[in-house]
């Protein structure tokens, strides 16, 4: 892992007439290279790079060049605490990541001590941010905000039908899960089966039968696209018609690779597709080149290198604590996703989640 340090670019800075680039700006990117998670990995080093490939070409950050730093927490806690000791001893001082929030969370402890502050593009349990540390920042929303969107549109739409819901027993998943739940039973709605699973396993076949003699029509669950995937292709070879119903742990295509075509109708909440964002449009085409399609994650970690480099530029400073003071007050940042804002604790002062549908291998809004 060289020594970087990340910002990141507004789109139409002024910055063509900057002086070449020295020096160098230590950023970290930390996430699941490898393992059962690797596509989103990939989703949030594809945006890393493309933002610093797009500020390095107009200049850098101060005058400094950017170079990234990838660090493989391959969705292990510990694992993610060995990045995060290891980007400390390498002088890094931002650090776009974690994806999963139970390897951001043990993390940010970390990058707190060695002051190094922390974007995440993806992990959504509130307590990462919560716990009031001064690092703590997020480009994605919350697992509260997420689970009431989706109690509430079962609520709305679905009062009539049977439904369960699965977790994978993970800070994400059942956290994602227990808010869906809450939201739910609040409106009247009371789930007829209840289960965790451990992620990693292939046969969910005993649970899948569970399901089917509790005549579940709805499952919603709380987790990542492997296991999601399987559990509507077991479903599916049991005669199964339950529709899935789930968050933005499934954004990549790789959901519909593992499910099949048995995942048509799959229902999902995550914010608005920021591919469309007008914004977005030149970042888009330049991944497009590149036969990279920004789905998922990629852009919400190209906007952490903005916010990153907008609030270095503003406080003309690399100075971490000085860039997080600045995203603290409330100032807004223009990112491939739109204005963004940050309130006291690190998190969006707005972000709306909507409904997806999948449909012929992809997603789209409903």
């Not at 080093?45 to 170079?67: H, R, S």
């Amino acid at each position: 892992m060289k020594k970087l340090l990340f910002a990141g670019i507004a789109l139409g800075a002024a910055m063509a007439f900057a002086a070449p680039a020295s020096a160098q700006v230590k950023v970290g990117v930390g996430g699941p290279i490898t393992g059962p998670n690797a596509t989103f990995g990939a989703q949030l080093k594809n945006g890393a790079d493309q933002w610093a490939a797009d500020v390095n070409a107009a200049g850098g950050i101060l005058g400094q060049k950017v170079e990234l730093s990838v660090g493989d927490d391959a969705s292990k806690p510990e694992q993610g605490v060995s990045v995060a000791n290891k980007f400390i001893s390498d002088g890094v001082k931002w650090v776009i990541g974690h994806f999963n929030s139970g390897v951001s969370i043990p993390a940010s402890e970390q990058y707190a001590e060695g002051g190094i502050i922390q974007i995440s593009p993806a992990s959504t349990n509130p307590k990462f941010t919560d716990r009031g540390l001064w690092n703590t920042f997020r480009t994605c929303g919350r697992d509260d905000q997420q689970g009431t969107v989706a109690g509430e549109y079962i609520v709305k739409n679905l009062k009539g039908k049977k439904i369960g819901i699965v977790h994978d027993k993970t800070p994400y998943g059942k956290g994602l899960a227990d808010e869906t739940q809450k939201a739910m039973n609040k409106g009247g709605v009371k789930e007829v089966i209840y289960e965790g699973i451990n992620p990693g396993e292939k046969d969910y076949s005993a649970l899948v039968s569970k399901l089917k003699a509790a005549n579940v029509d709805i499952l919603y669950y709380g987790g990542l696209h492997t296991e999601a995937g399987l559990l509507v292709r077991q479903m599916r070879d049991q005669g199964m018609k339950t529709v899935l119903f789930s968050g933005d742990g499934i954004t990549d295509k790789e959901f519909w690779t593992i499910a099949g075509p048995g995942a048509a109708g799959t229902l999902m909440t995550f914010g608005p597709d920021p591919r469309k964002n007008p914004a977005a449009t030149k970042v888009v085409e330049a991944f497009k080149a590149k036969g990279i399609d920004p789905e998922g994650y990629v852009l919400y970690s190209y906007a952490a290198g903005q916010v990153l480099q907008q609030a270095a530029e503003a406080t003309k400073s690399l100075d971490p604590k000085k860039i997080a003071e600045y995203a603290h007050s409330g100032k807004t940042f223009n990112t491939v996703l739109g204005p963004l804002a940050f309130d006291k604790k690190g998190d969006l002062t707005k972000l709306d989640y909507v409904l997806y549908v999948w449909k012929d291998g992809g997603y789209s809004e409903m």
